[in-house]
């Protein structure tokens, strides 16, 4: 099992940028492809961002493409998501996981779960 801590949420005018961390721990982190998820209220969980094992492949979705960027540092074990141009439509409870898969939009092929980071983006 690998355990995930998020870090870094906040509120922010729309506009501004946030970065989040995703500290891991237990199992060899960089066996992981690594993921971001989000969810607002009254929302299904919706897929952000993903990261391969080595970093090598990132996959977004449409919505945040070109705003967020994901990377990695398997040195320090932590996988980090860049947040510029946020919109109201950005706020979300946000959410890292990882997968021992090649790293994916779909959420059922993450094994393990943070707790969640809140991200508020006021207009």
């Known amino acids: 099992q690998v355990h995930l801590a998020e870090s870094g949420g906040g509120l922010v005018q729309a506009g501004g940028s946030l970065r989040l961390s995703c500290a891991a721990s237990g199992r060899t982190f960089s066996n992981h492809a690594m993921g971001w998820f989000r969810q607002a209220p009254g929302k299904e969980r919706e897929f952000v961002a993903a990261?391969?094992?080595?970093?090598?492949?990132?996959y977004y979705a449409e919505s945040v493409k070109g705003r967020f960027t994901i990377s990695r540092d398997n040195a320090k074990n932590t996988v980090y998501l860049q947040m510029d141009s946020l919109q109201p439509e950005d706020t979300a409870v946000y959410y890292c996981a990882a997968s021992l898969g090649l790293g994916s939009s779909r959420a059922h092929e993450y094994d393990d779960w943070g707790q969640g980071t809140q991200v508020t983006v006021s207009s």
């Open positions: 990261i391969s094992w080595r970093g090598g492949r990132t």
